[in-house]
């Protein structure tokens, strides 16, 4: 148990559907992120957002779009996915000043029809 | 961007120590060496970090050269669950939010 909860674990969506990631942290951290694993590739960094505040954007294209309401919530909303965006997120969060130390979540495994 | 580079993969008998190596030559005097692993379908797991000295928590030890260019992780008695993908990172402690990368990691396979 890490205090990264994500839901839903796993997603099957059509390219024209819209969907929505959640992820939840009870660490009292004050960063989140989004990353992306693709089959046999590294993770990718997605999205990093510290004090709720979006502070990285790693040229992911626009169907990808994050939501941090509060330091403790973080969404990544989809929308018009290929097939090749098929893969596991992964959400983590840590404290702003030690982001190095990242606490993750199980993932959602999205498969995109 | 200081960058590692790590064996692909490396066996290792069950109960005995695995030893695993990190060359990172080109690291900056401000940036850690960080250490996770992720289990197979799992999100990585956080082990341990550090600077200059060696540091030890209950998961593992982390030995780092004089010179810093390269360290190594001890995993003391491996376990079968200690299989997994173990990636070794470099990156300064704050303000570097998209350096910390993730490489391909050592696959490191502990055996009966």
């Known amino acids: 148990e890490t205090g990264v909860t994500q839901t839903p674990r796993h997603l099957v969506m059509g390219m024209t559907n819209k969907k929505s990631l959640k992820c939840e942290q009870h660490l009292g951290h004050n960063a989140m992120y989004w990353y992306k694993q693709s089959a046999k590739k590294p993770l990718e960094l997605m999205f990093v957002y510290s004090l709720e505040e979006r502070v990285e954007n790693n040229s992911v294209p626009s169907r990808f779009s994050p939501e941090c309401p509060n330091s403790s919530h973080l969404f990544l909303h989809l929308h018009t996915l290929q097939p090749e965006d098929s893969a596991l997120y992964l959400c983590?969060?840590?404290?702003?000043?030690?982001?190095?130390?990242?606490?993750f979540g199980p993932g959602t495994r999205l498969t995109v029809l | 961007d200081a960058k590692t580079t790590q064996p692909p993969s490396m066996d290792c008998a069950e109960g005995r120590a695995a030893n695993l190596p990190c060359n990172h030559s080109?690291?900056?005097?401000?940036?850690?060496v960080y250490w996770y692993r992720q289990i197979h379908s799992q999100g990585p797991q956080y082990i341990i970090h550090g600077l200059k000295n060696n540091e030890t928590n209950e998961m593992a030890s982390l030995i780092i050269t004089e010179d810093r260019k390269s360290s190594t992780l001890i995993l003391p008695h491996a376990t079968l669950r200690d299989t997994a993908v173990y990636y070794c990172?470099?990156?300064?402690?704050?303000?570097?939010?998209?350096?910390?990368?993730f490489g391909a990691g050592t696959q490191v396979v502990v055996t009966p």
């Open positions: 983590a969060s840590s404290q702003e000043s030690s982001f190095g130390e990242q606490f």
């Open positions: 990172i470099v990156s300064a402690k704050t303000d570097s939010w998209g350096k910390f990368q």
């Open positions: 080109t690291i900056s005097g401000n940036e850690y």
